[in-house]
């Protein structure tokens, strides 16, 4: 695109937040294109696609705002002072002041200005504080459908319900599957107290796509209480699509809007309207998680920031100052965190220490993997924040000490701030190993179960964690075991899974270094238990639970599969859940 100085220069304002308006507007058309066609993969039995189109609606924001910067290049000159930038933020703000993703525009216009000027958030000149609420423009028509259900018999409710989404494809066997879900949702409004005259259903019409299943979104009212609902869709091939389960507990419900997991592709018109009615049954989850969730990860971030804002204006820097995370200190990141925020703050150290052999950029890349891998509920997801400023008065002096010991390059003091060049922010979770030292046998047991899906779901997602030391793994809120170290993971494609040679001799049994050679790429499960736990019922109970992971054969059926282009099916509930396994 040819760009010129505008006839009237006392305007240039207007046309730079223009071009801002016409880059957003172009991301968010192709942003609509994506999620529209999930649809059609989904009808398609088209998986690689919808991962690909997962992708690269990650990557699609950066693209967009690089190109709108480039733009405002070839109109203006970077170093326009910020009473100018105030103009042109006056002036975007009137052209979308009755957008309905209103704010999604206003984190656009902030991201554009960061990667102009290469600067932290900047209160005077940045939608820094949100413009109102949170929400966006209200849409000219209701997100959902209501079923009052006294006025049919439930089967029919029922049936009308799966009726509201005409899929291109056939059924495998529709009656079985309403029945299936009619006779659960008879139990649970009989185990709820019976029905009730003013008992509905209120369904979203937007569906959920996310690797292969679909899922259509509901709510419960019944009386005062809201209860969700989900019905996952699959697509199995040489089959007809068929309802795979009736998820009406709100653990199973946040389960799959988990932070741990990908994206959702949906047909969304109104993201504020879509996040109050998820809300309304998942009140645990902050505002920008379900941002996150719904594919506009960088509104969430917008959003997030904000959360954290508010909490350092209503909590104490006394008594809730910044700590280094409990646990073995990381080799590559240092880790700090607060008592009161469920968050934790990474930064990549300047220096490893031996044996390390990764460096910066590696780290980085690796957790822009995990952002645009499938994440199948088992790696943590993370905001990345370039040039984060904290309050200075929020740092314990061991925390602050630590952090200008090991990353000195990373971080700045200023006045009453402290500038931080590039941290990741995660979810707290306890380490593995620290939540093993106090649970009781069953929790142990339960956790040390999941610890073993983990690596298997990770596996079956093309993931290896490389490092599998408990350290390396965290233990949620609900006690689902997440992986959370990426420094050293690798494709299973990439790896060379290996038995250990026998020894030709008592003297190379005997010896402390292999007597094989060992490849860049080599692995030998056979060795894992050696180095994940001491010899004990630990270790003997995870044998048995999952004794396979630490066998070079079943690492190698999935590496052939995957090599094979097969999509594994990670269900994000449990076996037990669905109609027919």
């Given at each position: 695109?040819?760009?010129?100085?505008?006839?009237?220069?006392?305007?240039?304002?207007?046309?730079?937040?223009?071009?801002?308006?016409?880059?957003?507007?172009?991301?968010y058309y192709r942003f609509k294109l994506?999620?529209?066609?999930?649809?059609?993969?989904?009808?398609?039995?088209?998986?690689?696609?919808?991962?690909?189109?997962?992708?690269?609606?990650?990557?699609?924001?950066?693209?967009?705002?690089?190109?709108?910067?480039?733009?405002?290049?070839?109109?203006?000159?970077?170093?326009?002072?910020?009473?100018?930038?105030?103009?042109?933020?006056?002036?975007?703000?009137?052209?979308?002041?009755?957008?309905?993703?209103?704010?999604?525009?206003?984190?656009?216009?902030?991201?554009?200005?960061?990667?102009?000027?290469?600067?932290?958030?900047?209160?005077?000149?940045?939608?820094?504080?949100?413009?109102?609420?949170?929400?966006?423009?209200?849409?000219?028509?209701?997100?959902?459908?209501?079923?009052?259900?006294?006025?049919?018999?439930?089967?029919?409710?029922?049936?009308?319900?799966?009726?509201?989404?005409?899929?291109?494809?056939?059924?495998?066997?529709?009656?079985?599957?309403?029945?299936?879900?009619?006779?659960?949702?008879?139990?649970?409004?009989?185990?709820?107290?019976?029905?009730?005259?003013?008992?509905?259903?209120?369904?979203?019409?937007?569906?959920?796509?996310?690797?292969?299943?679909?899922?259509?979104?509901?709510?419960?009212?019944?009386?005062?209480?809201?209860?969700?609902?989900?019905?996952?869709?699959?697509?199995?091939?040489?089959?007809?699509?068929?309802?795979?389960?009736?998820?009406?507990?709100?653990?199973?419900?946040?389960?799959?809007?988990?932070?741990?997991?990908?994206?959702?592709?949906?047909?969304?018109?109104?993201?504020?309207?879509?996040?109050?009615?998820?809300?309304?049954?998942?009140?645990?989850?902050?505002?920008?998680?379900?941002?996150?969730?719904?594919?506009?990860?960088?509104?969430?971030?917008?959003?997030?920031?904000?959360?954290?804002?508010?909490?350092?204006?209503?909590?104490?820097?006394?008594?809730?100052?910044?700590?280094?995370?409990?646990?073995?200190?990381?080799?590559?990141?240092?880790?700090?965190?607060?008592?009161?925020?469920?968050?934790?703050?990474?930064?990549?150290?300047?220096?490893?220490?031996?044996?390390?052999?990764?460096?910066?950029?590696?780290?980085?890349?690796?957790?822009?993997?995990?952002?645009?891998?499938?994440?199948?509920?088992?790696?943590?997801?993370?905001?990345?924040?370039?040039?984060?400023?904290?309050?200075?008065?929020?740092?314990?002096?061991?925390?602050?000490?630590?952090?200008?010991?090991?990353?000195?390059?990373?971080?700045?003091?200023?006045?009453?701030?402290?500038?931080?060049?590039?941290?990741?922010?995660?979810?707290?979770?306890?380490?593995?190993?620290?939540?093993?030292?106090?649970?009781?046998?069953?929790?142990?047991?339960?956790?040390?179960?999941?610890?073993?899906?983990?690596?298997?779901?990770?596996?079956?997602?093309?993931?290896?964690?490389?490092?599998?030391?408990?350290?390396?793994?965290?233990?949620?809120?609900?006690?689902?075991?997440?992986?959370?170290?990426?420094?050293?993971?690798?494709?299973?494609?990439?790896?060379?899974?290996?038995?250990?040679?026998?020894?030709?001799?008592?003297?190379?049994?005997?010896?402390?270094?292999?007597?094989?050679?060992?490849?860049?790429?080599?692995?030998?499960?056979?060795?894992?238990?050696?180095?994940?736990?001491?010899?004990?019922?630990?270790?003997?109970?995870?044998?048995?639970?999952?004794?396979?992971?630490?066998?070079?054969?079943?690492?190698?059926?999935?590496?052939?599969?995957?090599?094979?282009?097969?999509?594994?099916?990670?269900?994000?509930?449990?076996?037990?859940w669905r109609f027919l396994q």
């Amino acid at each position: 695109m040819t760009s010129s100085a505008p006839a009237f220069p006392a305007l240039l304002h207007y046309e730079v937040a223009h071009r801002i308006l016409t880059g957003y507007m172009s991301y968010y058309y192709r942003f609509k294109l994506i999620t529209k066609r999930a649809r059609i993969r989904f009808e398609t039995r088209d998986w690689h696609g919808t991962q690909a189109d997962a992708r690269s609606r990650i990557t699609l924001y950066r693209e967009e705002v690089a190109e709108t910067t480039r733009q405002l290049d070839e109109l203006m000159d970077r170093r326009v002072d910020p009473a100018f930038w105030r103009k042109v933020r006056d002036a975007f703000a009137e052209d979308i002041a009755h957008f309905n993703t209103r704010n999604i525009a206003e984190t656009f216009f902030n991201s554009v200005y960061r990667h102009t000027y290469g600067i932290g958030a900047d209160p005077g000149v940045m939608f820094v504080v949100r413009t109102g609420s949170y929400r966006e423009y209200g849409g000219m028509s209701p997100i959902s459908h209501s079923f009052v259900l006294h006025q049919k018999p439930l089967l029919q409710t029922v049936a009308d319900l799966v009726d509201h989404f005409p899929f291109d494809v056939g059924w495998e066997d529709r009656e079985r599957d309403i029945r299936l879900v009619t006779d659960r949702w008879q139990r649970f409004i009989d185990d709820h107290g019976g029905p009730e005259a003013t008992d509905r259903l209120e369904v979203l019409h937007s569906v959920f796509f996310r690797n292969k299943s679909a899922y259509i979104v509901g709510r419960f009212i019944k009386g005062n209480q809201v209860h969700p609902f989900i019905l996952p869709l699959l697509h199995p091939a040489n089959r007809g699509m068929l309802i795979d389960a009736l998820l009406l507990e709100a653990d199973q419900v946040v389960s799959i809007f988990s932070y741990h997991r990908s994206y959702f592709l949906a047909d969304i018109s109104v993201p504020s309207e879509m996040v109050d009615f998820l809300q309304t049954f998942m009140p645990s989850k902050r505002v920008s998680e379900l941002y996150n969730a719904i594919g506009f990860e960088k509104h969430g971030k917008t959003v997030f920031y904000r959360e954290l804002l508010r909490y350092f204006n209503h909590s104490d820097p006394q008594t809730d100052a910044f700590i280094s995370a409990p646990g073995i200190a990381g080799m590559v990141m240092y880790v700090f965190t607060t008592e009161g925020l469920n968050m934790v703050f990474k930064v990549i150290r300047d220096r490893f220490a031996p044996p390390k052999q990764v460096t910066a950029a590696m780290v980085k890349e690796r957790y822009d993997l995990v952002k645009r891998h499938d994440r199948v509920g088992r790696m943590a997801d993370s905001y990345l924040f370039e040039k984060l400023s904290l309050p200075l008065n929020r740092f314990s002096p061991e925390c602050l000490r630590e952090l200008r010991e090991t990353a000195p390059s990373k971080v700045e003091i200023h006045d009453d701030c402290v500038l931080i060049s590039h941290v990741y922010v995660e979810k707290k979770m306890t380490p593995l190993n620290l939540f093993l030292q106090t649970a009781d046998e069953a929790m142990a047991q339960k956790a040390l179960r999941d610890y073993g899906r983990a690596i298997k779901q990770l596996a079956a997602a093309n993931i290896f964690p490389g490092d599998l030391l408990l350290k390396n793994f965290g233990v949620t809120r609900v006690n689902r075991v997440v992986f959370y170290d990426y420094d050293e993971i690798e494709l299973v494609t990439d790896c060379n899974f290996r038995h250990i040679p026998e020894a030709r001799t008592p003297e190379e049994e005997m010896s402390g270094q292999p007597w094989y050679y060992v490849g860049p790429h080599d692995i030998f499960p056979e060795e894992f238990p050696g180095f994940l736990m001491r010899s004990g019922p630990h270790l003997t109970y995870l044998r048995q639970q999952h004794g396979e992971i630490f066998d070079a054969d079943f690492w190698n059926d999935i590496k052939r599969r995957l090599l094979a282009g097969e999509i594994m099916d990670v269900f994000p509930y449990r076996t037990g859940w669905r109609f027919l396994q």
